[in-house]
């Protein structure tokens, strides 16, 4: 049924914004704790040039999300299907002509502007499974009719990016696979793939030294007997990151050393990426590391309760669904590897680390996800 007048007048879920708001100056603050040894390094100590250009990139994502939040997400699907074919063209670009850094080749680099498409496809893949979903519900259990047109799309964009980005690719997956159990698919159908997946992440990290390091660091045992043993040996390998991040959180305590007093920041390889809830820790102790898990619980709280639960139609549904997962269980993970519960990843925190795609795509999703609220049916 078509939105009303009214209806659009709704304003956007106050929560969602509000949580978003909150990680996003928690970010500020801890970036520009975290990022001196970055601006020693990289540009003789100048910790404001990075610390504006994180402010930037924080306002274009809000930005992004204000403009989305404005735009009926059902116009929007209707280019779900050309954003994914582009989003799959760029990752095959990166194949070719992507950019190279420490060790991954995930970007790509339009003169000054660097990327990473991935990040591109994960939003535009949650918009197009959506619509195939929604499109689909009267024979979503058949296998052929229902199931493997999902497929035709999801599989070429996550083996795409679990070339070069295992993690990425992961949550995505796992995004999906919450998208398909509310969209009706069969279980049989999802195992089935799910298994298939499991055998294909394990060739993955068996084909990459790197990959295999940090899996061999994180449990302790050596699983791939074709993996080189100086990979895990240099000063910044996944076991050095992993201990100097459970060391942040062990130097904590309830209230931490306070602002700006972080130790931990100047051993950190990338203290205000993939670490930077070690920093939070470190700093504002085990009641600030707390505060932000609990933001991303509410978000997820709100996000499925009242969002997805009031949308008016099976899009919608199916959007805020994937959309709060993808944001949530990319928090979630992130702070599982600073407590040495996963493996390194390199996922960022979203609107918490220091990034670009990354927090550009985190604002689209946020975008949509608060145009669905718009029109959310009240709470009853």
Request: proline letters at 4%; a positive charge; hydrophobic letters at 55%.
């Amino acid at each position: 049924m078509p939105a009303s007048a009214s209806s659009l007048r709704q304003p956007a879920d106050r929560a969602v914004i509000w949580s978003v708001l909150a990680l996003s100056a928690a970010g500020v603050i801890a970036v520009y704790s975290a990022i001196g040894f970055l601006a020693e390094t990289k540009a003789g100590g100048d910790t404001e040039r990075f610390l504006f250009r994180h402010v930037l990139r924080v306002g274009l994502a809000l930005g992004v999300a204000g403009t989305l939040s404005f735009l009926d997400y059902r116009t929007l699907a209707r280019f779900s299907k050309w954003a994914l074919v582009a989003s799959v063209s760029l990752l095959v670009a990166v194949q070719v002509l992507g950019v190279v850094t420490n060790g991954a080749q995930r970007w790509l680099a339009l003169g000054p502007v660097t990327f990473q498409p991935s990040d591109l496809a994960k939003v535009a893949l949650i918009l197009h499974v959506a619509v195939l979903l929604a499109r689909k519900q009267d024979y979503v259990g058949a296998f052929m009719r229902g199931f493997v047109p999902l497929l035709v799309w999801v599989v070429p964009t996550v083996l795409l990016i679990g070339k070069e980005d295992l993690s990425t690719a992961a949550v995505l997956s796992a995004t999906v696979g919450v998208m398909m159990f509310v969209g009706r698919v069969r279980v049989m159908h999802m195992a089935m793939v799910g298994l298939a997946g499991l055998l294909l992440a394990t060739g993955f990290l068996a084909s990459s030294p790197q990959r295999a390091a940090r899996m061999e660091a994180w449990t302790g045992l050596e699983l791939f007997a074709s993996n080189d043993d100086e990979v895990a040996i240099t000063s910044g390998d996944e076991n050095y990151q992993a201990d100097q991040a459970r060391i942040a959180i062990a130097m904590c305590g309830i209230s931490g050393v306070g602002p700006g007093k972080s130790v931990q920041r100047d051993f950190l390889p990338a203290p205000y990426n993939d670490f930077i809830l070690a920093i939070i820790a470190e700093e504002y102790g085990l009641v600030g590391a707390l505060a932000v898990l609990i933001v991303f619980a509410w978000i997820l709280g709100r996000g499925f309760l009242r969002i997805a639960r009031g949308a008016p139609d099976p899009l919608g549904l199916f959007l805020a669904t994937g959309l709060t997962t993808a944001v949530v269980l990319g928090g979630f993970i992130n702070a599982m590897v600073t407590c040495g519960l996963l493996p390194v990843t390199g996922l960022a925190m979203p609107f918490v680390s220091y990034g670009g795609t990354s927090l550009l795509a985190t604002g689209a999703m946020v975008g949509i996800l608060l145009n669905v609220s718009r029109h959310a049916k009240a709470a009853t």
